[in-house]
């Protein structure tokens, strides 16, 4: 993947001479603008392939879907925490919507068919509940229909939080090899929740290092590795997107020299102080960055 590279602190240091002086040098702006704007963009497409799992072909851009999915790993907490994928249709459920489906559209547990009445509910094989106690019953199954497709599903297994965060930061991705869900490392073996997959952690590893994701693009059928275009985004890689973000937006709608420089100075200080952020997009140790944009700070 070609990335745009960072710029250079000596131009962003004349630019503030300038405008010290009161001078808005436009080449310059223009230059250091559409560099940043650059490597915004690159910084913006690289949260977005975490965020999406949309992947942009190295040869073409072309966006490629990844087969794992990337939320399963977002570690913003709530209810991603609790998504599982049928094992028949592979719909991304919370276990509560099997649940609220049943109580919108009762369905008989033994034959599944829709139940009629209102207080009675009745099936045509001969099955009757109470309404109350079916929806008890509703509620302490752990096994219900897909909303989707139907199909009878287990009610997910989850591990305590504090284990899925530790387990996540030592390996952030343990995807389920059979039906690609989140899968879980305890006691020595690979578990999955979803499909019941659990195999010995150790052979687990072993296979995994022969696998390897190949994604290819539709659109002029490059084939690449994910692990290799994850190798090659690291350095654009940040939790942070949002100030990249914004200067994409509002970058080209500048029109006056000093639209340019209100934007870069925006960009540059919302870097400052967020010491590992700013190396993403200006060449330099965070410490030597910092110093500079503190200079500026306290210029204006
Ligand atoms: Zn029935
Ligand atoms: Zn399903
Ligand atoms: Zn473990
Ligand atoms: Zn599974
Ligand atoms: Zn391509």
Redesign the pocket.
């Known amino acids: 993947m070609k990335w745009s590279p960072r710029v250079k602190p000596i131009k962003i240091r004349r630019l503030y001479r300038a405008a010290r002086l009161g001078l808005h040098d436009d080449d310059l702006l223009q230059t250091v603008g559409w560099e940043l704007y650059g490597r915004c963009a690159d910084i913006a497409a690289v949260a977005d392939v975490y965020r999406d799992g949309l992947v942009p072909c190295p040869q073409c851009r072309t966006k490629v879907k990844r087969r794992i999915d990337p939320l399963f790993h977002a570690s913003d907490g709530g209810t991603h925490e609790n998504w599982f994928h ?1 094992p ?2 592979t ?1 991304r459920l919370l276990w509560r919507d099997c649940r609220e489906f049943l109580r919108e559209s009762p369905r008989c547990f033994d034959c599944h068919n829709l139940l009629s009445g209102t207080e009675e509910l009745w099936c045509s094989c001969g099955k009757r509940w109470d309404r109350k106690a079916y929806h008890r019953s509703v509620k302490a199954r752990v096994r219900l229909p ?1 909303p ?2 139907g ?1 009878m ?1 287990r009610k997910p297994v989850f591990e305590s939080k504090e284990q899925v965060v530790r387990h996540r930061r030592s390996r952030p991705e343990i995807e389920c090899p059979k039906c690609q869900a989140v899968a879980f490392h305890v006691h020595g073996n690979i578990e999955c929740a979803v499909c019941g997959y659990k195999r010995r952690w150790r052979d687990y590893r072993k296979s995994l290092k022969k696998r390897d994701e190949r994604l290819e693009c539709a659109s002029c059928g490059h084939s690449f590795r994910w692990q290799a275009w994850r190798k090659s985004a690291r350095s654009l890689r940040t939790g942070n997107p949002r100030p990249a973000r914004e200067f994409v937006e509002r970058w080209p709608k500048c029109r006056t020299a000093k639209a340019r420089m209100i934007q870069i100075d925006r960009l540059l200080q919302a870097l400052h102080g967020r010491g590992a952020l700013a190396p993403l997009f200006i060449v330099g140790a965070a410490r030597n960055i910092r110093q500079m944009l503190d200079e500026f700070a306290s210029q204006i």
Do not use: D, K
């Open positions: 049928c028949h249709c719909a897909c989707r497709c199909l599903i």
